[in-house]
């Protein structure tokens, strides 16, 4: 196999000094606050202006693209570090490959803002994650370049694996490329794919970008493996042949590896890895920041038939020394204008739901030695770091493997031990299965303590936690809680953890209305609800019962008090009724009951979650088919929530304003339920 007479032409006219220009590629202190100079960049409006550059341009086109990385981070905030990390990577995918013909496959697509830049989308990248801006992650329907949409992880060699498949189907001729990270590989679903990649014999380059990190630091034997073969300061080169070919990595030169009585140490079989034992063709590990060797590896991996590994190996914050030295706190940053705000002394913050949530665990650990944790690599935004470290023997980070999350917690409840799996709404759906077979039909006892409900903001639609009432409430031997503030979590997650069998607290992401935390932690009745405040008399004509799950309650609230004001001058045409429902399984019914006695003549539900299947539809079929004095009373019903439609990016006050879930919104669907 000869390398392309193209790529062969840019390598030998390269002199020397470029070369070594790439150990002289810039870092950085700081985040600009100003556009930078960018001449090389701003002449590639497409992939294909790659071509025409130099190596030694592209290796300034790196630098150039990582200062203005450095810069729109600053305007918009946003996943950081692991886009640093791959300025070369994915330089040297568009400048060897064809796209768009040629699929470039993104996991996660955490690292896919420098792919946005390249790709026609340089000057709106400031804009990324903002209302009307351009989505957090790629998304087919932005670009002809975004192949597959994405935002969980795990999920680009099956999805390159099916556009593989298509291609050969059809005769085409274009060639697939999947670029995943090793904290991604910890998922089941991507070594799923590469089996049957193997199987079907497909044509498949996966690019595994190794940076020993998802969020946190990468965990468990994948993470060891990799981490023995850079260790073992060897490579499987690949000659111009596309062939194997063992030999000390670069950086390895001129140190003889010898063993304790000073023989040379042999080669270790290096090539005996995970990657070959399944079948794939392994070429690795290389150094991912060096632009020549990259285009020489890749040129020729692409040449290769069947399925294909490149292993390389890259620096999450690559450029940037302080994400060099906190790669987990530089994982995602807020606006510059953002941080200056926040730098300023002011009165104490509110305590995150994460927070609280972590302050439960340590509290709970303390007076009961049953609590175990689990979490799918999700410890920071979970709130459990104080947890792991005052109590490490009972925490436990299975990687971003959630349908195992949820199954090793079933397996941990048989043995008389108490498990809580921390995580995300989103990722819930994943382990859904577990949930339903491995939990709930076998009556264990766990608890799941769902942080990120509702509408989670910049992320977008790919993270919102907008599904989980309505794939929760329909699965038997399982109680559901709502809290409507910090306190209330608080509380409800220490009820939910002493009760005997399965729990679900479902709180969203960000603070709440400031409550204070009542200690030591109470037990609230479970599937009892709350009469917040009543507005109006017993007289009133129309009596109104606003019956709210969640922390929509201050939201509502205030919605009430206004509606009460404009439509009630003389205190006795409406009565509202405003109930924090707690519970959405099971419903407290009694005190549905109870309002129905009382003449309510309409009823509204609020939640932040889908109006289909939410806790507004368990309302309806309780009083369709078991309330005692609905059909005598027959009251309006409206179910408020969010639309039949996925929410775009925004901010979350935004999207709750776009699905009419703002002060604004909830007042006019409250009158358009009384008119």
């Given at each position: ?6 790529l ?11 070369a ?19 001449p090389?960049?701003?002449t590639?409006?497409?992939?294909a202006d ?13 630098d ?7 810069y ?6 946003g996943?950081f ?7 070369e990577?994915?330089?040297a ?5 064809d796209a768009?013909?040629?699929?470039i496959?993104?996991?996660?697509g ?5 792919h946005?830049?390249l ?14 801006g351009?989505?957090a992650?790629?998304e087919?329907a ?21 556009m593989?498949?298509a291609?050969?189907y ?7 490329a999947?670029i ?13 794919a ?11 380059l996966?690019?595994l970008?190794d ?26 080169d690949?000659?111009e042949?596309?062939?194997?070919d ?11 590896r010898?063993?304790?009585h ?7 079989k290096i ?10 063709s ?10 020549p060797?990259?285009l ?5 991996a692409?040449?290769?038939s069947?399925?294909?590994?490149v ?5 999450k914050?690559k450029?940037?020394?302080p994400?060099?030295a906190?790669?987990?706190?530089y994982?995602?940053?807020s606006?510059l ?19 609280v ?26 709130g459990m770091?104080?947890f792991?470290r ?6 436990f ?10 199954t090793?917690a079933?397996?941990m ?9 921390a995580?995300?709404?989103t990722f819930l ?5 577990q949930?339903?077979?491995d ?12 942080d ?19 794939f ?13 503030d ?5 509380q ?8 005997q ?10 603070s ?29 004509r129309?009596?109104?019962a606003?019956?709210?799950?969640g ?16 439509n009630n ?10 109930v ?6 099971p ?7 109870d ?9 509204a539900?609020v ?13 309806n079929?309780?009083l369709i088919?078991?309330s ?8 309006k ?10 929410i775009?990016h925004?901010?979350?006050?935004e ?6 879930l ?13 008119a």
């Open positions: 196999m000869q390398q392309s007479p193209f062969q032409s840019k390598l030998n006219a390269a002199p020397d000094a470029e070594t220009s790439y150990a002289r590629q810039k870092s950085f202190n700081v985040i600009p606050s100003v556009r930078p100079v960018t090389i960049l701003d590639v409006d497409a992939p790659l071509k025409r550059l130099t190596v030694a341009e592209l290796i300034t086109l790196t150039e693209l990582r200062e203005y990385l450095l729109s981070a600053g305007l918009s905030g996943h570090g692991a886009n640093l990390g791959v300025v990577l994915t330089v995918l568009h400048f060897l490959l768009p013909a040629d699929q496959v993104w996991d996660v955490h690292q896919a803002y420098a946005k830049i790709t026609g989308r340089r000057e709106q990248i400031g804009s990324i994650r903002a209302k009307g351009l989505t992650f790629p087919r932005e670009s002809v370049f975004d192949t597959f949409g994405v935002g969980h992880s795990s999920t680009a060699i099956s999805a390159g694996l099916g593989s498949l291609l050969r059809q005769k085409r001729p274009q060639k697939v999947c995943i990270g090793d904290g991604a590989m910890t998922g089941g679903m991507a070594f799923e590469m089996n049957d990649a193997v199987q079907q014999d497909a044509d498949l996966v690019i970008n940076n020993d990190m998802s969020i946190s630091c990468s965990i468990g034997g994948f993470s060891r493996h990799l981490a023995s073969l850079w260790e073992s300061g060897y490579q499987v690949i000659d042949h596309g062939q194997p063992i030999k000390l990595r670069p950086e390895m030169q001129g140190f003889e010898r063993g304790r000073g023989k040379a140490r042999p080669i270790p090539e005996d890895n995970l990657f070959k034992a399944i079948g794939f392994y070429f690795g590990p290389f150094d991912g920041h060096d632009i060797e990259l020489r590896v890749l040129s020729r692409s040449q290769v069947g399925p294909v590994l292993h390389v190996y890259t620096t914050g450029g940037f020394l994400a060099e906190d790669p987990v706190g994982h995602a940053i606006k204008a953002e941080t200056a705000k926040t730098d300023t002394p002011n009165s104490a913050p509110s305590l995150k739901f994460s927070e949530f972590g302050q439960f665990l340590c509290d709970k650990a303390s007076v009961d030695d049953k609590l175990l944790a689990i979490t799918p690599a999700m410890e920071e935004g979970s770091t104080e792991a005052k109590f490490p023997e009972r925490f980070d299975v990687a971003i493997a959630e349908q195992h999350a949820v090793v079933a397996g409840a048989t043995q008389g031990v108490k498990p809580i799996v995580i995300y709404s759906q994943r382990g859904y299965d949930l339903i077979h939990v709930a039909l076998q009556d264990l006892d766990v608890m799941f303590a769902i990120r409900a509702g509408l989670v903001g910049e992320d977008g639609a790919t993270h919102a936690g907008v599904f989980d009432f309505a929760l409430r329909c699965i038997p031997n399982i109680v559901i809680a709502a809290p409507k910090e306190n209330e979590c608080y409800l997650l220490n009820t939910c953890f002493d009760h069998g399965c729990t679900a607290v479902r709180y969203p992401r960000g709440g209305t400031g409550a204070t935390i009542q200690k030591p932690a109470q037990h609230l009745q479970i599937g009892k609800a709350e009469v917040e405040e009543v507005f109006g008399n017993d007289t009133a129309t009596k109104l606003i019956l709210v799950f922390t929509m309650l201050a939201t509502v609230q205030t919605a009430a008090k206004t509606l009460f004001a404009e001058a003389d205190k006795s045409d409406i009565q509202i009724h405003l924090n429902m707690r519970w959405v399984k419903l407290d019914s009694a005190l549905i009951e309002l129905l006695e009382k003449g309510i003549t309409h009823i539900t939640e932040e979650h889908t109006v289909m299947g939410g806790a507004g539809s368990a309302v079929e309780y088919n078991e005692k004095r609905f059909r005598q009373y027959q009251p019903i409206s179910n408020i929530g969010i639309p039949d439609y996925f775009a925004g901010s979350q006050s999207q709750r304003a776009d699905a009419g703002d002060v604004s919104g909830i007042k006019t669907s409250l009158n358009q339920l009384l």
